[in-house]
């Protein structure tokens, strides 16, 4: 049985659900599960959840807990990375902000935009280190990221180290939720009128998440792309392999306008579904950020509420001290949302295939267009040789530019931040659609390295 590494194993968006899958599944039983943060409040909790569990549950998982990453890789099989530099909501304001001085406006500022340089800026000498210590302590293993930006982090991990790296998004959800409620009048799907929008709100977390379960049980999706600026390119009813496509259109615009804005005109003009929902599709598009404009008022482009979700990070630790020291077994801990990692090792494992619906990985022939080094969103199969993608071939001319564009100006960053290089840096910022100005650029990359120079020590020669 494997040894499995869990990093950020207190992290709020994936650490705990991948510990609850990863206990509850019965092919793992006699695995050891390290569980890594550097967070000691946050270690110690989920280690002492993780042994009542594992105890209470019976699953047969050996645990061990480790404050320093290097203590646990030895010999690891797979080690899952949630990592993110903290406080995360706070840095993230801090990225939308900056820019805000100089006239310049993100839609978001998570993962594309001066603020999505920040963001992975800040990760790249950490991300680095770990897998160059995998390098050394276990050169064969996966390394399964969930981190963002993901295509950014997943290349630099491919690019500068020896060690095989799969991305894993549950975004392809927001598309499955999207197409339910277009044909839920066809399908009699129940919730179609609760589910107003795909933004990151706690109200529509369970409306988009009913539907996205229904259309998974009756669609199936082809999407390609790059994380979070993925294209639907086929549609399928799974029960009778009916082509849903046109009628998906048809319904498709018989909802109401105000319903995810950006995503109806895009597929307008690009004759391709986005995938994402607004607020991710907005962050890689060059149309969103003219100040005259205003256009994300156009398209109801609301922020990340990050006070909110800083509080429900705080309220969800709280809650699972309290099941810890009641011993509370819960619906929300029986019944985890699966990130795909257990999924993923457990076919490794087995060596029984397993179809994926959207794997990171690097491109290498999978979509006609784009370097073989970018790493694309494709599906593709998980067996006991390891992950092969899918290959999509050619996508329409204006939605490969789009691609190829970020592409370019996502490992340009990358670049710049592993050789400390300004130049790279400053091409990488000029490329990306949000900034329009040299010196406005070159102001927003010199207050980008000051504000961010305790992670970026490199560029300080």
């Keep these: ?62 645990i061990s807990a480790h404050s320093n990453h290097k203590d646990a890789l030895q010999g690891a099989d797979y080690v899952i990375s949630a990592i993110e530099v903290q406080p995360r909501e706070r840095l993230w304001q801090q990225d939308f902000e900056l820019t805000l001085k100089y006239g310049l406006r993100q839609p978001y500022g998570e993962n594309g935009g001066p603020g999505g340089f920040a963001h992975t800026a800040r990760n790249v000498n950490t991300v680095l280190g770990i897998a160059r210590d995998m390098e050394i302590a276990c050169p064969d293993a996966w390394l399964i990221n969930f981190t963002n930006p993901m295509h950014r982090l997943c290349y630099l991990v491919n690019q500068y180290s020896r060690i095989k790296v799969v991305g ?62 993925t294209w639907m390119l086929g549609l399928q009813d799974r029960l009778s392999g009916e082509d849903l496509y046109p009628l998906f259109r048809r319904e498709w615009q018989k909802l109401p306008t105000t319903f995810e804005p950006l995503t109806r005109v895009i597929l307008e003009i690009f004759k391709l579904f986005p995938i994402p929902g607004d607020e991710h599709l907005d962050e890689y598009l060059p149309w969103l950020s003219n100040p005259q404009q205003k256009a994300w008022k156009h398209y109801d482009l609301s922020l990340y509420n990050w006070a909110l979700y800083e509080k429900l990070r705080e309220e969800q630790w709280r809650q699972v001290s309290e099941w810890v020291s009641k011993r509370e077994l819960t619906d929300s801990l029986k019944h985890p949302a699966s990130e795909g990692a257990v999924e993923l090792i457990e076919s490794l494992v087995t060596g029984k295939p397993l179809y994926w619906e959207a794997l990171n990985i690097p491109n290498r022939g999978l979509i006609d267009g784009l370097p073989p080094s970018a790493i694309v969103e494709v599906p593709g199969t998980i067996s006991a040789e390891g992950i092969t993608g899918e290959a999509v071939g050619e996508l329409p001319r204006g939605i490969s530019e789009l691609l190829h564009r970020e592409v370019s100006a996502s490992q340009l960053c990358i670049d710049a931040v592993v050789h400390g290089d300004k130049d790279l840096a400053l091409q990488s910022l000029l490329l990306d659609p ?28």
């Design 1 to 62: 049985m494997p040894k499995i590494v869990c990093l950020g194993a207190g992290s709020f968006s994936f650490g705990l659900s991948t510990l609850l899958t990863l206990l509850q599944s019965p092919l793992l039983r006699g695995s050891e599960i390290a569980l890594v943060d550097i967070n000691a409040e946050s270690l110690d909790l989920t280690a002492r959840l993780a042994g009542w569990l594992n105890e209470s549950w019976d699953c047969g998982k050996h």
């Design 168 to 229: 894993l998004c549950h975004q392809l959800a927001a598309g499955y939720a999207m197409a339910a409620k277009a044909l839920a009048p066809i399908y009699g799907f129940n919730g179609a009128d609760a589910f107003v929008s795909t933004h990151a709100d706690p109200s529509n977390h369970y409306p988009m998440a009913n539907m996205a379960a229904q259309g998974m049980e009756r669609f199936k999706i082809t999407a390609a792309g790059l994380n979070h600026f």
């Design 434 to 461: 949000v900034v329009d100005d040299i010196n406005t650029a070159r102001l927003i990359l010199s207050d980008i390295l000051e504000t961010n120079k305790a992670w970026l020590p490199q560029f300080l020669n």
